[in-house]
């Protein structure tokens, strides 16, 4: 079945450094991948998104790239900081046809001051 | 604009008691998702509706799990009974135009005893 994977489980970094988290999905359909942060107790939050047209999307400190060819896409944090550490999810989401919204299983960033 | 509401925040129930969760979603959404967020997991798909249709529930586990969305706007996810297995957070979500931004009730926390 179709399936998102994400890597890694666990990032720790230090303070200002960058911090990237890839995933991989396996429906080629899947048109619309966005990046949730979901801070401990609290709803997963909307950060960034991008849709399969696009290969890179920036929004100030967080940005996001798209490799359709090979199924990847990945969220880069650069200059990172305490309010950053939270557990951040992908997903893949098809537009059309089934409609299904797949969750990768999360990671889990530790900014260290 | 309010966003989408989820009632009760916290249910602490014995096993073999029945819960019921509430969802409202964002006003115009016809894209209503519920969500199981086990500790340190991705939300996975229990439904989705279309406006009142379930147009995905085949990980909807139906022995003891119900849901409804009468009139299309509201939404109650009923577990009868509840089982230990079960704890865990549901979150409602909700989408308008289908092309993917999908946003999160803050979820019940659902313990079982």
């Given at each position: 079945?179709?399936?998102?994977?994400?890597?890694?489980s666990?990032?720790?970094?230090?303070?200002?450094?960058?911090?990237?988290?890839?995933?991989?999905?396996?429906?080629?359909?899947s048109?619309?991948?966005?990046?949730?942060?979901?801070?401990?107790?609290?709803r997963?939050?909307l950060?960034?998104d991008?849709?399969?047209n696009v290969?890179?999307?920036?929004?100030?400190?967080?940005?996001?790239?798209?490799?359709?060819?090979?199924?990847?896409f990945?969220?880069?944090?650069?200059?990172?900081?305490?309010?950053?550490?939270?557990?951040?999810?992908?997903?893949?989401?098809?537009?059309?046809?089934?409609?299904?919204?797949?969750?990768?299983?999360?990671t889990?960033?530790?900014?260290l001051? | 604009?309010?966003?989408?509401?989820q009632?009760?925040?916290?249910?602490?129930?014995?096993?073999?008691?029945?819960?019921?969760?509430?969802?409202?979603p964002?006003?115009?959404h016809?894209?209503?998702?519920?969500?199981?967020?086990?500790?340190?997991?991705?939300?996975?798909?229990?439904?989705?509706?279309?406006?009142?249709?379930?147009v995905?529930d085949s990980?909807?586990?139906?022995?003891?799990?119900?849901?409804?969305?009468?009139?299309?706007?509201?939404?109650?996810l009923?577990?009868q009974?509840?089982?230990?297995?079960?704890?865990?957070?549901?979150?409602?979500?909700?989408?308008?135009?289908?092309?993917?931004?999908?946003?999160?009730?803050?979820?019940?926390?659902?313990?079982v005893?």
């Amino acid at each position: 079945g179709e399936n998102v994977e994400q890597h890694p489980s666990t990032l720790s970094v230090q303070e200002g450094d960058s911090a990237v988290i890839k995933c991989t999905y396996s429906d080629s359909a899947s048109n619309y991948f966005p990046w949730y942060k979901q801070e401990l107790g609290k709803r997963p939050q909307l950060i960034i998104d991008i849709r399969s047209n696009v290969g890179e999307k920036k929004d100030q400190r967080i940005a996001v790239t798209l490799n359709k060819t090979a199924k990847h896409f990945s969220l880069h944090i650069t200059e990172t900081q305490p309010e950053d550490s939270a557990v951040y999810f992908c997903a893949a989401y098809m537009s059309s046809g089934t409609y299904k919204y797949i969750f990768g299983t999360g990671t889990r960033l530790k900014v260290l001051a | 604009e309010a966003g989408v509401v989820q009632s009760p925040r916290y249910k602490i129930i014995e096993k073999k008691q029945p819960v019921a969760f509430w969802c409202n979603p964002i006003s115009g959404h016809n894209t209503l998702y519920w969500y199981r967020q086990n500790l340190g997991q991705g939300p996975e798909l229990l439904i989705r509706y279309e406006n009142e249709e379930a147009v995905d529930d085949s990980q909807l586990p139906k022995d003891r799990f119900s849901a409804e969305r009468l009139k299309g706007v509201d939404s109650t996810l009923k577990i009868q009974p509840a089982e230990l297995g079960d704890s865990a957070v549901y979150l409602c979500a909700s989408m308008g135009t289908g092309q993917g931004e999908q946003f999160f009730g803050p979820g019940t926390r659902l313990t079982v005893l």
